[in-house]
């Protein structure tokens, strides 16, 4: 993971906090990463804009995705990895995760 390369932190801000989901806007500038975080929960993404993603994978492995606005698509828990955006132009999505 880029541990050695400083980055704007992505803006979290939660929608919606209940018994069953966690809703999360994840609002990112140009370089901005999550951070390396393990989903305890399964989840889903929604993509609000063209979401140009850089994942750095828990083994040190990187990959692209090009993911189009309103391209969902579902992980299970337990995956780990640092999200970035990976393009030149800000990205948003939206993440719901089913407790």
Known sequence: MSQFRARPPAIPTTLVDDAVVRIIRWDFEPGADTGVHTHGLGYVVVPMTDCDFLIEEEDGSERRAHVAKGAAYRREAGTTHNVVNGGT????FIEIEYK
Do not use: D, E, G, V
């Open 89 to 92: 132009q800000p990205m948003s």
